[in-house]
């Protein structure tokens, strides 16, 4: 992890009409002045910062033209790396990226490694070590939750939480660590009143941030929805029709569905893992029964269960069965039940929403009637998976955490913290107390970089992408 060298690397994927090439270091700028010509004549060198110019790269040896460019010209510490940096736009030929690369190495750069432009940026003090996972976030988004939540990281979110905190922690520490030289005398720097204050403030945020996790984890890997049932309630059907593609095999004999089977959707801007399971019953097929396995396992994982019945089964049977099925499922508490009532459109009764409220009031759970192989209700159905979640958080600027790095961080600060807090209650000495209080400062700090050991950095700069 060092700044030392210029690195150039391609920044874009493949196949676009056009590219982008990044150099930076020491040297970018004349780096790039050797290969590139301006249409003004004039150098990189001699140009303001900030400024975009049109010319040509070239081979040196014999001036011969690879493609008509756009530099743009960054100077430091105003740039992303907070070095000198370049950014060549040039037309997105593999053969055009591959020669500019070749003629920049040629002129002193190196290739850079995996995110050495966002280590840079870390490392020249540009951004915290939680914003630059934030970049790697950004990129990989592909919905306007996780987008969110990362755009919210990138801007400091972390630092703005801890930032102000940590500096009268540090400040009581300080104080506390003073006592020590003055131990003989028994006098008392730190006050414990205003210790105690701030020990519950960074106490409630640390506990505002770890349930977060909940939201955070669950968007970021997609919500998980589990449909399931007893055999033959159109489970498959279901996972079809929100899919509008036959991706599960349906069929009218009991037990088709012998293995879990998941796909993605993306509702208001959040991905829901809906997860087609095998049906709940008794039998002595080996296979099923290894599949009526799985299905309780992705129960205990999924944040929403839908509880499938057949609508076409007499009033009694149908609360029946979901009374049977309801008894096989152990509920967590942050898990939600909805109780969906399928193939209304067989179904003989003219007010499936009479049965619905009827279910509703016996069971407890919200309960809906539709049609999968018909689409009735479909849309009732995706608005009730939508405010299923809170997503509130993710837009109005809360800090959510996502990263289980730093959930981690923040469990072990917490565990850190109710020990200085009994310990104050206890009248513990100053040195114990100070030493619980060092470690609530070294664990918040870890998730901002202030601390980061190279086996930490090198494991979360390895999975960014070149050029990035």
Same mark, same amino acid.
């Given at each position: 992890?060092?700044?030392?060298?210029?690195?150039?690397?391609?920044?874009?994927?493949?196949?676009?009409?056009?590219?982008?090439?990044?150099?930076?270091?020491?040297?970018?700028?004349?780096?790039?002045?050797?290969?590139?010509?301006?249409?003004?004549?004039?150098?990189?060198?001699?140009?303001?910062?900030?400024?975009?110019?049109?010319?040509?790269?070239?081979?040196?040896?014999?001036?011969?033209?690879?493609?008509?460019?756009?530099?743009?010209?960054?100077?430091?510490?105003?740039?992303?790396?907070?070095?000198?940096?370049?950014?060549?736009?040039?037309?997105?030929?593999?053969?055009?990226?591959?020669?500019?690369?070749?003629?920049?190495?040629?002129?002193?750069?190196?290739?850079?490694?995996?995110?050495?432009?966002?280590?840079?940026?870390?490392?020249?003090?540009?951004?915290?070590?939680?914003?630059?996972?934030?970049?790697?976030?950004?990129?990989?988004?592909?919905?306007?939750?996780?987008?969110?939540?990362?755009?919210?990281?990138?801007?400091?979110?972390?630092?703005?939480?801890?930032?102000?905190?940590?500096?009268?922690?540090?400040?009581?520490?300080?104080?506390?660590?003073?006592?020590?030289?003055?131990?003989?005398?028994?006098?008392?720097?730190?006050?414990?009143?205003?210790?105690?204050?701030?020990?519950?403030?960074?106490?409630?945020?640390?506990?505002?941030?770890?349930?977060?996790?909940?939201?955070?984890?669950?968007?970021?890997?997609?919500?998980?929805?589990?449909?399931?049932?007893?055999?033959?309630?159109?489970?498959?059907?279901? !996972?079809?029709?929100? =899919?509008?593609?036959?991706?599960?095999?349906? &069929? %009218?004999?009991?037990? *088709?569905?012998? $293995?879990? +089977?998941?796909?993605?959707?993306?509702?208001?801007?959040?991905?829901?893992?809906?997860?087609?399971?095998?049906?709940?019953?008794?039998?002595?097929?080996?296979?099923?029964?290894?599949?009526?396995?799985?299905?309780?396992?992705?129960?205990?994982?999924?944040?929403?269960?839908?509880?499938?019945?057949?609508?076409?089964?007499?009033?009694?049977?149908?609360?029946?069965?979901?009374?049977?099925?309801?008894?096989?499922?152990?509920?967590?508490?942050?898990?939600? !039940?909805?109780?969906? =009532?399928?193939?209304?459109?067989?179904?003989? &009764? %003219?007010?499936?929403? *009479?049965?619905? $409220?009827? +279910?509703?009031?016996?069971?407890?759970?919200?309960?809906?009637?539709?049609?999968?192989?018909?689409?009735?209700?479909?849309?009732?159905?995706?608005?009730?998976?939508?405010?299923?979640?809170?997503?509130?958080?993710?837009?109005?600027?809360?800090?959510?955490?996502?990263?289980?790095?730093?959930?981690?961080?923040?469990?072990?600060?917490?565990?850190?913290?109710?020990?200085?807090?009994?310990?104050?209650?206890?009248?513990?000495?100053?040195?114990?107390?100070?030493?619980?209080?060092?470690?609530?400062?070294?664990?918040?700090?870890?998730?901002?970089?202030?601390?980061?050991?190279? $086996?930490?950095?090198?494991?979360?700069?390895?999975?960014?992408?070149?050029?990035?």
């Amino acid at each position: 992890m060092t700044t030392e060298g210029t690195i150039a690397a391609i920044a874009t994927g493949p196949g676009g009409a056009l590219s982008i090439i990044r150099v930076s270091g020491g040297e970018a700028i004349a780096v790039c002045d050797r290969i590139f010509r301006a249409a003004s004549g004039r150098k990189l060198a001699e140009q303001p910062g900030y400024t975009i110019h049109f010319g040509r790269i070239i081979t040196p040896q014999t001036d011969e033209t690879i493609d008509e460019v756009l530099v743009s010209l960054f100077r430091n510490p105003r740039s992303y790396t907070g070095e000198d940096m370049i950014e060549i736009s040039c037309h997105g030929s593999a053969y055009i990226r591959q020669e500019i690369m070749k003629r920049l190495i040629e002129a002193g750069a190196r290739q850079a490694g995996p995110g050495e432009f966002t280590v840079r940026a870390f490392l020249n003090g540009k951004i915290d070590l939680s914003q630059a996972e934030a970049v790697a976030d950004m990129i990989a988004s592909s919905d306007r939750a996780t987008h969110a939540m990362a755009l919210n990281q990138m801007r400091g979110g972390y630092s703005q939480a801890f930032d102000t905190l940590r500096e009268e922690l540090l400040h009581l520490v300080s104080l506390m660590e003073l006592e020590l030289d003055f131990s003989e005398e028994d006098v008392t720097f730190a006050d414990r009143h205003q210790l105690e204050d701030l020990l519950e403030k960074i106490s409630e945020q640390i506990k505002t941030l770890l349930q977060s996790f909940n939201l955070g984890n669950a968007v970021k890997t997609g919500i998980g929805v589990a449909i399931v049932g007893a055999p033959n309630v159109g489970k498959s059907t279901l !996972l079809n029709a929100l =899919l509008r593609e036959d991706r599960a095999m349906v &069929s %009218d004999i009991a037990g *088709t569905t012998r $293995d879990v +089977i998941e796909e993605t959707i993306c509702i208001d801007g959040v991905h829901f893992r809906f997860i087609d399971t095998a049906g709940i019953r008794t039998t002595d097929d080996t296979l099923e029964r290894m599949g009526i396995q799985r299905t309780f396992s992705s129960i205990e994982k999924a944040k929403i269960i839908l509880l499938l019945a057949d609508g076409t089964d007499p009033n009694n049977t149908i609360i029946e069965k979901i009374a049977h099925s309801l008894q096989e499922i152990t509920l967590q508490p942050e898990q939600r !039940l909805y109780i969906i =009532l399928n193939k209304t459109d067989k179904t003989e &009764s %003219d007010n499936p929403a *009479t049965l619905t $409220d009827q +279910i509703n009031r016996q069971f407890g759970y919200p309960t809906l009637a539709i049609s999968a192989k018909q689409g009735t209700n479909l849309d009732r159905l995706t608005a009730l998976l939508s405010q299923s979640i809170d997503t509130d958080p993710l837009y109005d600027g809360t800090t959510v955490v996502s990263n289980t790095r730093h959930y981690e961080a923040l469990l072990h600060a917490s565990e850190a913290l109710i020990r200085a807090q009994e310990g104050l209650k206890n009248g513990l000495s100053s040195d114990l107390l100070s030493q619980d209080m060092r470690e609530v400062l070294y664990h918040l700090e870890t998730i901002t970089g202030k601390i980061a050991t190279d $086996d930490i950095l090198g494991e979360i700069f390895s999975k960014f992408c070149i050029g990035k």
